[in-house]
């Protein structure tokens, strides 16, 4: 039996599924990951991409910040891809539960998944720091420099910079999905980043599946690992 079908029997056989899932879920949507061979990390800046995305360099150096975040990491005209659509028809098909990303991207959603729990925020909600109120992401990606409220204050996104903690109201959700799940598949993540790396030590469940092009940073027991393009896997699943 070849991986795609081991993988088929597995989703065939369980009914509440999480997936679990990071940069590499959106490269096939052209949108740069951050630790692969040319991913952000690997390019020269005066700063680098940790320290321009952290919450004291924002505070510090906010039009540097923007300058970086929307040329880099804003990216309105990307389409889903295979993987999305696929993990959107799991969850209409009633097989998946839950979609647990560290993407900012809002590209499950475009998809039409429905329960996707954003550990690190979104691109697509943005707040003025003064007043609260709500800019979409093309209000802030057209807006000249650093953008600014009507009231005059400095609207900021809605996602997790270094230094910031995660929201506790989506980790619990995250780790009560994880724990409930009877088969949890792990794509597009090197599991570098904690603590959401850690979420994964929750699951329970009998199938743990992992796809991603370049091996993890940690071992995690799978049953089944896949080195291949996500989109490419899922793309040859049936609900």
Same mark, same amino acid.
């Given at each position: =039996?070849?991986?795609?079908?081991?993988l088929?029997?597995?989703?065939?056989e369980?009914?509440n599924?999480?997936?679990f899932?990071?940069?590499?879920?959106?490269?096939?949507?052209?949108?740069?990951?951050?630790?692969?061979?040319d991913?952000l990390?690997?390019?020269?800046?005066?700063?680098s991409p940790?320290?321009?995305?952290?919450?004291?360099f924002?505070?510090?150096?906010?039009? #540097?910040?923007y300058?970086?975040?929307?040329?880099?990491? =804003?990216?309105?005209?990307?389409?889903?891809?295979? #993987?999305?659509?696929?993990?959107?028809? &799991?969850?209409?098909?009633?097989?998946?539960?839950a979609?647990?990303t560290?993407?900012?991207?809002?590209?499950h959603?475009a998809?039409?998944?429905?329960?996707?729990?954003?550990?690190?925020?979104?691109?697509?909600?943005?707040?003025?720091?003064? +007043?609260d /109120?709500?800019?979409?992401? #093309?209000?802030v990606?057209n807006?000249?420099?650093?953008? /600014? +409220?009507? +009231?005059?204050?400095?609207?900021r996104?809605?996602?997790?910079?270094?230094?910031?903690?995660?929201?506790s109201?989506?980790?619990?959700?995250?780790?009560?999905?994880?724990?409930?799940?009877? =088969? &949890?598949i792990?794509?597009?993540?090197?599991l570098?980043?904690?603590?959401?790396?850690?979420?994964i030590d929750?699951f329970?469940g009998?199938?743990?599946?992992?796809?991603? /092009?370049?091996?993890?940073?940690r071992?995690?027991?799978?049953?089944?690992?896949?080195?291949?393009?996500?989109?490419?896997?899922?793309?040859?699943?049936c609900c």
């Amino acid at each position: =039996m070849n991986q795609i079908e081991q993988l088929q029997e597995m989703i065939d056989e369980s009914h509440n599924i999480v997936f679990f899932g990071g940069a590499g879920v959106s490269t096939e949507s052209n949108i740069p990951d951050f630790r692969s061979a040319d991913g952000l990390y690997q390019q020269q800046y005066k700063y680098s991409p940790e320290q321009i995305v952290s919450h004291s360099f924002f505070m510090r150096n906010t039009e #540097a910040f923007y300058e970086f975040y929307k040329e880099k990491m =804003m990216f309105l005209d990307a389409k889903p891809n295979p #993987a999305h659509y696929k993990l959107a028809e &799991l969850e209409a098909a009633g097989k998946l539960t839950a979609v647990i990303t560290q993407n900012i991207d809002g590209l499950h959603q475009a998809a039409g998944s429905k329960n996707v729990l954003e550990l690190h925020g979104s691109i697509h909600r943005n707040y003025c720091m003064r +007043c609260d /109120k709500k800019y979409d992401a #093309a209000y802030v990606k057209n807006s000249d420099g650093i953008p /600014k +409220c009507e +009231c005059g204050g400095t609207i900021r996104p809605d996602v997790v910079l270094y230094e910031e903690g995660l929201d506790s109201v989506i980790i619990q959700k995250s780790i009560s999905a994880i724990a409930n799940a009877d =088969m &949890l598949i792990i794509g597009g993540t090197s599991l570098v980043v904690y603590p959401a790396a850690g979420f994964i030590d929750y699951f329970r469940g009998k199938n743990l599946v992992v796809i991603n /092009k370049d091996t993890t940073a940690r071992e995690v027991g799978a049953s089944l690992t896949i080195h291949e393009p996500i989109g490419e896997v899922l793309s040859k699943i049936c609900c």
